[in-house]
């Protein structure tokens, strides 16, 4: 995935706010305080590029970050960020030594201990791992029943001096419907959890549950560390809710230029099946870009927007490209005029309007941008910043990653 800094050049562009990332941190950090942020930056952080979010985030006080993949905490190891990091997705051949040799915290729900266990032993040094409880979500995590052979395993090995159980965590299932009982259920079957591993002698240095939604919503949830991935880059998890409505700024405005621009008469057919024909003559716009760039196939009915004015996506979405109805036959764009798919402020579409003409959520739309699209980035620090307390010294060390 390419990157760069911002120009007046681009064909297609995901332009990235750090200014915004940061923003939004020092939200959460208001609303969430005495408890720490981590800041979730797997899947490239959720399209917005891992690096430059990871070091925003930490110079504006996260204190933690967090994937899902060993192999996506050691590009952030590789690239000198040494904050405190966790990964909780794994399988057999997850590359469990690395880990422990980047001090990458490695989360266990179970069958992972043992595997763990015997990294740490090849590499003559202790790994550092969070239990995971299944709370109620049903994906990952120790069954409730198992919990407790779970903490005697790791306690075994941990007198054995081979790992260090450092922090006990779950997920939460529906804290993006606040008013649903089970985030309730949830919350008090991991109060049990960590009492019962406190009570088993482990000294837990954190204790973590609430996701975006749950910090918001629910400060019985917050415990020592909150979980933020969508809420960091400005979304809201919410139906009802806006990003602004929580005090949130989206970070990607994703934009590209018109291809081409022309005039048709009444019924003429658009794209692939011919599905709609314009209603009056009228002015066709061609967007250069389709789902190979990660725009959805299915958002047609979707809108764009064109100098402050949003305009209807008709037909459907090809590959490479889409095409906007004007509305009106002598609309004076010609090619080159930048559009905005999504972005902040009043005037243009979100990434939560494209997923409701997708049927689908906001995590999906920025996430699914393809390295097709090039990142380029507003607000990098030219100076390194001060490192807040437990991040580490990497956040003022690791260059940028944007060109000049």
């Excluded at 763990?116 to 979500?137: C, M, N, S």
């Excluded at 837990?204 to 910090?215: D, F, I, S, W, Y």
Aim: glycine share 8%.
């Amino acid at each position: 995935m390419s990157s760069t800094a911002t120009s007046g050049k681009f064909d297609r562009q995901a332009l990235i706010s750090l200014d915004a990332i940061r923003d939004n941190v020092r939200q959460f950090r208001k609303v969430t305080e005495p408890a720490r942020v981590m800041a979730v930056v797997k899947a490239d952080a959720y399209g917005h590029g891992a690096l430059p979010v990871a070091r925003a985030a930490l110079e504006a006080g996260a204190s933690w970050l967090g994937v899902a993949h060993i192999s996506e905490a050691l590009v952030l190891r590789d690239a000198g960020i040494d904050a405190p990091l966790l990964a909780w997705l794994h399988t057999p051949d997850s590359d469990f030594a690395a880990a422990i040799r980047a001090g990458v915290d490695i989360g266990i729900s179970g069958w992972e201990l043992e595997h763990v266990a015997a990294a740490a032993h090849e590499q003559e040094r202790p790994a550092r791992i969070h239990l995971k409880i299944d709370t109620g979500l049903g994906r990952n995590g120790c069954p409730p029943d198992e919990w407790e052979a779970l903490i005697g395993r790791a306690q075994a090995f941990q007198d054995e001096g081979l790992l260090r159980v450092v922090g006990v965590f779950s997920h939460l299932a529906v804290a993006d419907e606040p008013q649903r009982p089970e985030t309730d259920e949830q919350i008090d079957r991991f109060r049990a959890a960590v009492a019962a591993a406190e009570d088993a002698g482990l000294h837990l240095e954190v204790r973590h549950l609430a996701n975006t939604p749950g910090a918001l919503t629910r400060p019985d949830a917050h415990f020592d560390l909150v979980r933020i991935g969508l809420g960091l880059y400005g979304l809201s998890p919410f139906e009802n809710q806006r990003a602004e409505d929580l005090k949130l700024t989206p970070a990607m405005t994703l934009r590209t230029r018109v291809a081409n621009c022309k005039k048709v008469p009444v019924d003429q057919g658009v794209s692939y099946g011919l599905h709609y024909r314009t209603q009056e003559p009228t002015t066709l716009v061609l967007v250069p870009m389709g789902y190979a760039d990660g725009v959805p196939r299915i958002a047609s009915g979707a809108q764009v927007a064109i100098r402050g004015r949003r305009y209807d996506v008709v037909g459907r979405i090809a590959m490479d490209q889409f095409v906007v109805d004007l509305k009106s036959a002598d609309a004076g764009f010609e090619p080159g005029e930048e559009i905005i798919l999504f972005g902040p402020g009043d005037d243009a579409p979100d990434a939560t309007d494209w997923a409701v003409a997708s049927g689908t959520i906001n995590y999906e739309i920025v996430t699914r941008i393809s390295g097709r699209v090039p990142r380029a980035y507003t607000g990098q620090s030219p100076e390194p910043a001060a490192v807040p307390e437990g991040a580490g010294p990497a956040a003022q060390t690791a260059p940028s990653v944007a060109a000049p």
